[in-house]
């Protein structure tokens, strides 16, 4: 596996609500629409949203995590 197919594993195996919740909470209008995208996506969709912006995603994903901390806490 190439480390881009690494990447997308990691977004693909993770539950979608908290990246979706952060791109909501954290994004600019863009990213809060991609947000609501992935909160309706199957899982083909998914993959191709997290594939055409892996990076983005990503980020937002990390935020999420951090979102899910905090509200564990």
């Known amino acids: 596996m190439t480390d881009r ?3 997308l594993d ?3 195996r993770s539950e979608p ?3 979706a919740r ?3 909470e954290q994004g600019s209008a863009f990213y809060q629409k991609l947000g609501e995208a992935l909160e309706r996506a199957d899982l083909a969709n998914r993959r ?3 594939g055409a912006w892996l990076d983005e995603f990503e980020d937002f994903h990390a935020r999420g995590l951090r979102l899910a901390a905090e509200e564990e806490a």
């Open 5 to 7: 197919e690494d990447r």
């Open 10 to 12: 990691v977004l693909m």
């Open 17 to 19: 609500y908290w990246t």
């Open 22 to 24: 952060a791109m909501r």
């Open 48 to 50: 191709r949203l997290y």
